[in-house]
């Protein structure tokens, strides 16, 4: 076996797993990544890989090996496989799925269900699209029955639907990287109505992205291609998915994106804490709430 074969097949086993691009990075947006200080030999001569360090291991880009020792890399989205061939000289191909667009809604048979047929809301920050009739659990352990959804893309706010996540215009991976916290249902019995509060992880993701392009625009943030960091290497803006219970915030609503960089470069550098909430009242959707504070 060739040498540069002997590498690559190292190599391979070492990055299992490794994303190669696209909606892959934007997965591991709940992982905390921090820049790794490590140097990188190939043989004798150090090789330029960007590298991340993560749980204790360092995480570099499998087609950066590929193109430092020679090996081909593919990655079909229909199947979700990445093929390494250690024939082919080094390219790199990517196969588009056939159908199935890159944010499509779960479905509710995907959904998680309990014994009583209730739904969980998803926790891994996909979307979930409420329809009439479906029985939400809530945090309390309370049943909670959704009746009408007529206004959750349509409404007086909002002429139609979002649309699909943002892409990046900008490397996200130099950026904090909070976690997505738990998609809780809140439910309160309240005078003026039986409401919960869905915890919407899939628009915290579309707030956050977009947070992150607005970072990669900003002179002030960004310095010598590199994101500004504070004194004790800190990152400069610090993300938070969360919002403090002591800590108010207006809400506004439908989504607007560009209310993201206006804050940001409002007030550059510092904490910026985001959250989205569905609301409901009576089994009625009412809004999607989007709090930046």
């Not at 696209?22 to 190939?42: D, E, I, R, T």
């Not at 309240?190 to 392009?213: C, H, K, V, W």
Request: net charge negative.
């Amino acid at each position: 076996m060739s040498r540069r074969k002997e590498i690559a097949l190292v190599t391979a086993g070492i990055l299992a797993g490794i994303a190669v691009s696209g909606p892959a990075a934007q997965a591991a947006a709940g992982l905390m990544a921090n820049p790794s200080s490590q140097k990188f030999y190939l043989e004798d001569r150090q090789i330029s890989l960007q590298a991340y360090e993560i749980g204790g291991s360092n995480y570099v880009k499998l087609r950066d090996i590929g193109q430092a020792v020679d090996f081909s890399v593919a990655y079909d989205a229909a199947t979700n496989t990445v093929t390494i061939s250690l024939d082919k000289p080094y390219e790199t191909e990517v196969i588009p799925p056939a159908s199935t667009p890159p944010d499509s809604q779960t479905s509710p048979s995907a959904l998680s269900k309990n014994t009583d047929g209730s739904i969980n809301v998803p926790q891994d920050g996909s979307r979930y699209v409420p329809q009439a009739g479906d029985v939400i659990r809530c945090d309390d352990g309370t049943n909670y029955t959704i009746t009408d959804v007529t206004r959750y893309d349509k409404n007086m706010f909002a002429a139609g639907p979002v649309g699909p996540l943002p892409e990046a215009t900008c490397d996200w991976s130099q950026f904090d990287q909070p976690e997505l916290p738990n998609a809780e249902v809140r439910h309160y019995s309240l005078q003026a109505g039986d409401y919960i509060f869905i915890r919407n992880l899939y628009e915290t993701r579309r707030m956050l992205y977009s947070l992150y392009n607005a970072m990669g625009e900003d002179d002030w943030i960004m310095q010598n291609g590199s994101p500004r960091r504070r004194g004790d290497g800190t990152p400069w803006v610090h993300i938070y998915l969360t919002l403090p219970e002591d800590m108010e915030s207006v809400p506004f609503w439908p989504w607007r994106e560009e209310d993201v960089p206006e804050s940001l470069h409002s007030c550059p550098g510092g904490d910026y804490y985001l959250e989205v909430w569905d609301v409901f009242a009576d089994g009625i959707f009412l809004r999607t709430e989007y709090h930046l504070r």
